[in-house]
């Protein structure tokens, strides 16, 4: 952060000293100029650098060791930057576009520019924006008054760079009648729920003991993390592969749950609207293999068919009185570039999930909510995420727990009610089976009520990838690597008892670093720093899914203070 910092106030003074420019966005047009002034040289590949454009680059330049952080994250001074080199990017090819530029200049011109500013190295650059830009432009060719600003509004939406576009501002009609109350009666029987995310299924599915499995969550992401490179001829290779794999395993012994990931569609990230038949731009193939699969393979009823082809989600009942909602989650996702051109409920997916749930309260169902993207995190589209809340807190005392995935670390979400004090829901975050970055592989196994369907309990599996790597010859060996009671010293995992555990962990130090320690799966490279309770409280605030302020408090250490000696 003390990088961020410097770069941008040495590089804001320099400027408004320099041109008399006294705010953002001043800067940003200034940038844009400059930017503007390169790319426009004829031919691409003899641009001619200005003095002024390189000590632009050279102060703007991204260090290498921060191309995979998640940019979206990124707030204060860090947020200021990446909102300066989005807007001013976007604005130039914006304007080159609508005067007339062709795909394949803008394609070498933003490659270049993607090299030139080590946004990522030179392959993926090339790769990513050769696949990417078809979508890019249509949008930008359709929707003749979009910004740079409402583009780097959805992209980054911080206190830097704000979504302020009465186009995303929506809402989903929700039924405003009292809750029909249920019994959640518990019982001393359970089920065993195992919920696998991401891909390297056969080291996962070898280990998994079939005689102890209810049911199976797959909470997607099969395509692997070659973004530059994927095609859907290979997409499709790949999830039908490892689909055949699972069902191999599993075969009709375990119901299979299954969900998109981001990574399935091509490129990456991308799910067109309905509108979109263009077989070039249009995600009606993957819908209509995923249909196709999932039906056949004896998952899913053919009742499921409908909503699969219109968004990839679908609702079905294993027993009487439980019902399972699988969302696609990932049109909500910021880096879903559709979102620039239909921003109003993609699909129609959370009205459709609102309605879904208010039948379910009138049949006296329980539900668990499947989505992969968690609906609760920042990189979720605003409007998209508070409409979901709002559903969430409405019924609420039908939905039992959320099963989320994407983000490969071992975390939990907890959902406040009206008040935006209690606790009134809880998000299981299953990690993933692939490793990404300097993390172990894992999958978890809930044990849940067998006539509330909340969760008790659950088990953590994992191996240890650096002992596996040592004896490459040898399967590795899975292990429990803690029960979620046992780890906290939690007599149950009721709302209350996870409200009480959070703020055990805001003044228990021993706590806070078992979570933190769990969150990255035990993982020696990522354990390797030090790390004190200031450090670590940001994995804390990261529990915290609410439409009111509590996570914005809890990073400024105003809720659930720490003492001093801690920090």
């Known amino acids: 952060m003390r990088f961020f910092r410097l770069l941008f106030f040495a590089l804001f003074l320099k400027v408004a000293n320099s041109y008399a420019i006294t705010n953002l966005d001043d800067t940003v047009s200034h940038f844009t100029r400059i930017i503007t002034n390169w790319v426009s040289t004829e031919p691409c590949d003899k641009q001619e650098e200005s003095e002024e454009f390189r000590q632009l680059i050279h102060t703007l330049v991204l260090p290498t060791s921060l191309q995979r952080d998640n940019w979206h994250s990124f707030d204060g001074e860090r947020g200021d930057i990446m909102c300066v080199i989005c807007q001013s990017a976007l604005n130039t090819f914006l304007k080159l576009r609508r005067e007339g530029m062709s795909e394949e200049s803008i394609r070498c011109r933003g490659i270049k520019l993607c090299s030139a500013l080590n946004l990522a190295p030179d392959k993926v650059c090339e790769g990513a924006i050769t696949i990417n830009l078809p979508i890019i432009l249509h949008i930008i060719d359709s929707r003749p008054n979009l910004t740079a600003t409402t583009m780097c509004g959805v992209l980054l939406d911080s206190r830097s760079c704000p979504l302020n576009d009465e186009k995303f501002n929506w809402t989903v009609n929700i039924d405003n009648g009292p ?40 909470t997607g992401d099969i395509v692997d993390h070659g973004v530059w490179e994927t095609t859907v001829e290979g997409n499709a290779k790949s999830l039908y592969k490892s689909y055949l794999q699972i069902h191999e395993t599993f075969k009709n012994y375990v119901p299979v749950y299954p969900l998109l990931g981001n990574h399935e569609p091509h490129p990456l990230n991308q799910f067109a609207p309905t509108s979109i038949t263009n077989s070039e731009l249009s995600t009606a193939w993957l819908f209509k293999m995923m249909a196709d699969l999932w039906i056949h393979l004896g998952w899913l009823p053919e009742s499921t068919r409908s909503t699969i082809l219109q968004g990839g989600y679908y609702t079905v009942t294993p027993s009487k009185g439980f019902r399972i909602i699988a969302l696609n989650s990932n049109v909500c996702y910021c880096f879903n570039w559709w979102l620039w051109y239909e921003p109003k409920d993609p699909y129609g997916q959370l009205q459709w ?61 907890l959902y406040y009610g009206v008040d935006d004090n209690n606790t009134i829901n809880v998000g299981w975050n299953g990690g993933s089976a692939t490793t990404y970055q300097n993390l172990n592989n894992n999958y978890k196994l809930y044990i849940v009520d067998s006539k509330n369907y909340g969760v008790k309990d659950f088990e953590n599996w994992m191996y240890n990838l650096t002992l596996a790597n040592a004896n490459p010859d040898k399967l590795p060996p899975w292990y429990k690597s803690y029960s979620f009671k046992e780890e906290y010293g939690l007599s149950d995992l009721s709302y209350d008892s996870l409200q009480v555990w959070l703020s055990k962990l805001a003044t228990d130090i021993n706590m806070l670093s078992r979570y933190y320690r769990n969150f990255f799966k035990h993982a020696e490279p990522s354990l390797s720093k030090e790390c004190d309770a200031k450090c670590m409280r940001p994995y804390m605030c990261r529990i915290i899914a609410s439409l009111g302020d509590h996570r914005t408090k809890c990073e400024n250490n105003e809720y659930l203070k720490f003492t001093p000696s801690q920090l």
């Open 353 to 413: 999930m609102a309605d879904t749930l208010l039948q379910a309260e009138k049949d006296g169902e329980f539900v668990h909510i499947l989505a992969h993207i968690p609906p609760g995190d920042k990189e979720c589209l605003s409007t998209w995420r508070r409409e979901y809340i709002k559903v969430v807190k409405r019924f609420s005392h039908i939905i039992r727990a959320q099963f989320n995935g994407h983000s490969h670390n071992d975390e939990v979400h």
């Open 179 to 218: 809750p029909i109350l249920i019994d959640p009666e518990e019982s001393d029987e359970t089920l065993n729920i195992a919920q696998i995310n991401s891909s390297k299924l056969y080291i996962t599915l070898c280990n998994i003991n079939l005689q102890n499995i209810s049911y199976v969550y797959f």
